[in-house]
């Protein structure tokens, strides 16, 4: 007698063939992941150290400016020297411009190591963004096979879901429904399992145990023997698959 279930045996193997496929589709770019995070460090390392030559190069205008500004400084008083018509007020003058003298020395040393550490640091650019641009080439070569790779899954997605509407098309409607739903609730393709024979060895000999091949639950003679009958769907008590008992 055929079992309300029998018909969903040759669906539920095409289902588990498209779940590896979507499974296999969706892996794909995944194991793009380390490249790719690669990827957005060294673009990161590059990113951290531009800003610094950026605010280097930010605090030199601003010493130049400085420098620039003790120059003017320095000349005006020069000029104001020149009027004095005292020696002590000339004196004053020329102590005014040294200090000024001393102070436009200090920023000039610092402008100086501002310039050597952008000098530096330009060099380091350099390797950042070979870096970089390594990492991309890397990353757009481990895409193109990724795409391509995913590109072919999909095609034997497509060829195998264009299988499935004539094998549920076979399935009893109502019987066909409860199963898409248990489907659906199931990540891992398997909506059907077969009820497994055991044979364990016990003290008073051998005993037969029947167990869910979904979930490994334990099955009585009862529930056997009304998946056996296929007169009605049966359900796991423990992960609510529809079960059935593979032909001898």
Not at 52 to 62: D, N
Not at 165 to 170: M, S
Request: charged share 35%.
């Amino acid at each position: 007698m055929a079992g309300k279930t029998d018909t969903l045996i040759p669906l539920q193997q095409l289902d588990l063939e498209i779940h590896k496929l979507k499974v296999q589709a969706a892996e794909k770019p995944r194991i793009l992941a380390p490249v790719e995070a690669k990827l957005a460090h060294v673009k990161e390392k590059l990113g951290a150290l531009q800003a610094e030559i950026k605010a280097l190069k930010l605090e030199g205008a601003k010493r130049e400016l400085s420098v620039k500004e003790h120059e003017d400084r320095i000349t005006k008083i020069t000029a104001q020297s020149m009027t004095a018509k005292k020696n002590d007020e000339y004196q004053a003058f020329q102590k005014e411009i040294s200090g000024v003298k001393a102070e436009k020395a200090r920023v000039e040393d610092g402008l100086l190591d501002i310039y050597m550490q952008v000098e530096e640091k330009a060099k380091l650019e350099k390797v950042r963004l070979e870096e970089v641009k390594t990492a991309e080439a890397q990353f757009a070569a481990g895409k193109a096979e990724s795409d391509k790779d995913v590109a072919f899954l999909n095609r034997q997605l497509e060829e195998e879901l264009g299988k499935r509407a004539a094998l549920a098309g076979a399935v009893e409607k109502e019987v066909l429904r409860v199963y898409e739903r248990v489907l659906r609730a199931k990540d891992d393709g398997l909506a059907l399992a077969p009820a497994e024979k055991y044979e364990v060895i016990e003290d008073e000999g051998k005993v037969i145990d029947w167990r869910c091949g979904g979930c490994a639950a334990t099955l009585n003679l009862q529930d056997v023997n009304l998946i056996m009958m296929g007169r009605e769907v049966h359900f796991c008590r423990g992960c609510s698959r529809l079960l059935f008992i593979k032909p001898a």
